[in-house]
């Protein structure tokens, strides 16, 4: 199993961000979690030492997503940037109205 998430823990672990035992513990739980969901077994519980800190569940929580529903994974990761782009671009503009009164006066 070599996905995204596998290839962010290793990386985290790489990094430091996460540690050895965590990292282990992540793939492991992946690899189990994926497995049961293809062969429709018992989901297998979470271990403790990836709730423990908030960047392991971070990653568990986006796997956990992309794995059991890949649509609502894929829209989110597509509406983020667009909502940043969206309050950018008003933020832009309310700017731009507020100038214009004081940038008329000047010309």
């Known amino acids: 199993m070599r996905g995204l998430f596998a290839h962010l823990a290793v990386r985290w672990r790489a990094q430091g961000s996460i540690t050895g035992p ?25 271990p403790r030492l990836i709730t423990r800190r908030l960047r392991p569940t971070v990653l568990w929580a986006l796997f956990r997503v992309s794995v059991e529903t890949p649509g609502i994974f894929v829209m989110g990761m597509f509406a983020i940037p667009c909502a940043v782009a ?22």
């Open 22 to 46: 965590e990292a282990k513990a992540l793939l492991r739980t992946m690899r189990s979690h994926r497995q049961a969901l293809i062969s429709g077994g018992e989901i297998p519980t979470v």
């Open 86 to 107: 969206i309050g950018f671009y008003r933020a832009i503009e309310r700017l731009a109205q507020w100038l214009a009164p004081h940038v008329s006066q000047v010309f």
